[in-house]
Nanobody, 124 residues
Framework: QVQLVESGGGLVQAGGSLRLSCAAS????????MGWFRQAPGKEREFVAG????????YYADSVKGRFTISRDNYKNTLYLQMNSLRPEDTAVYYC?????????????????WGQGTQVTVSS
């Protein structure tokens, strides 16, 4: 099992930036895929970005392409989500997730381990 702890959320004005962090522990991650999801009030949890822990290609939802960047630090076992040009519609609870498979999925049910979430609020 993987333990995930997110941080870095907060309140920001439209056009601003935030960087989310997800500290991972409990297992080795060389065969894991990692993802960021978000859930706004009254909406389903949706895929934001993902990558394989060993590197390679990154994946993004169309709504965040060109504004968000997912990355990881292998030495710190930490996943990041840099969010720029934030919009009010980006307001949501953001979750870090892991799956014990080397392939990314955009389906939340394919991820077995989740953090507690961090709130991001973008004011207009």
């Amino acid at each position: 099992q993987v333990q995930l702890v997110e941080s870095g959320g907060g309140l920001v004005q439209a056009g601003g930036s935030l960087r989310l962090s997800c500290a991972a522990s409990g297992r080795t991650f060389s065969t894991y895929a990692m993802g960021w999801f978000r859930q706004a009030p009254g909406k389903e949890r949706e895929f934001v970005a993902g990558l394989r822990w060993t590197g390679g290609r990154t994946y993004y939802a169309d709504s965040v392409k060109g504004r968000f960047t997912i990355s990881r630090d292998n030495y710190k076992n930490t996943l990041y989500l840099q969010m720029n040009s934030l919009r009010p519609e980006d307001t949501a609870v953001y979750y870090c997730a892991a799956r014990a498979a080397p392939f990314i999925s955009e389906e939340a049910e394919m991820f077995s381990d989740w953090g507690q979430g961090t709130q991001v609020t973008v004011s207009s």
